[in-house]
DNA sequence: GTACTGATTTTCT
DNA sequence: GAAAATCAGTACC
């Protein structure tokens, strides 16, 4: 099922944990693209590593709206980043999707990336924007409706910590940031060979 | 396998 | 003008 815009509007720590397992899609005609996502990082409201810390501004305006849209961020001066917005009011916050494990459309990801490597498809936040051809042009655009979605894991709802077969989640500090560098709002699943850096 | 470095552009602490 | 939630290539173990 797909994921309820009321599934965003949690706890931002507990959206980024629940995301793992989650599959999202990128439907385009007969192109259609599909990971598993593996590996989050949160980021909260009060977070001085967070874009939204300094107050709203051109690029950033997406996190200050309604939960369960797309926030799309470009980076280093070829990479773009997709967030997740979720949380309410003043606890309003972002996920950064930073992994997925390719499930569809891998040859199309192969073809994108230059690479045949599966492991090399999507680990990375960068990397795996560029495998599901997601750019700006999905800047708030919702992820329960339209071609950019998120679904939960097949099995019941609740259960995404244990959907695998005792699927262990890791949790540790976030990475690539020079503030907060201390808090331990990054997750993945343990042991998966897509998690961009144990 | 890890470690270092350059690329390239958008944004505004 | 500097910084940035990164990646790919190279060097070396």
């Not at 397992?21 to 439907?27: S, V």
């Not at 909260?44 to 810390?53: C, M, N, T």
């Not at 990336?113 to 680990?123: D, F, I």
Request: proline share 7%; with cysteine; hydrophobic share 35%.
């Amino acid at each position: 099922m797909i994921l309820p815009p009321s599934f965003y509007t949690g706890d931002t720590l507990d959206v980024a944990r629940n995301l793992l397992g989650c599959r999202l899609t990128h439907r385009e005609g007969r192109n259609t693209t599909a990971g598993r996502i593996v590996e989050t990082e949160a980021y909260l409201r009060q977070d001085p590593a967070a874009h939204s810390f300094h107050g709203k501004t051109r690029s950033n305006s997406v996190l200050f709206g309604p939960p369960g849209r797309a926030h799309l961020f470009f980076i280093y001066g070829k990479h773009w980043c997709l967030n997740v917005v979720c949380g309410e009011g003043d606890h309003r916050g972002a996920v950064l999707l930073r992994a997925l494990e390719p499930l569809e459309g891998i040859p199309v990801m192969q073809e994108r990336r230059g690479t045949v490597e599966k492991h090399l498809l999507c680990s990375g936040p960068g990397r795996l924007t560029q495998a599901l051809a997601i750019t700006g042009e999905f800047n708030g655009a919702p992820l329960f409706s339209g071609p950019l979605r998120i679904i939960s894991p097949d099995n019941m709802p609740g259960s995404w910590q244990e959907h695998d077969g005792g699927q262990e989640i890791v949790q540790t500090i976030r990475i690539g940031i020079s503030r907060a560098t201390d808090q331990p709002y990054r997750f993945y699943l343990k042991g998966n060979p897509n998690v961009s850096r144990r």
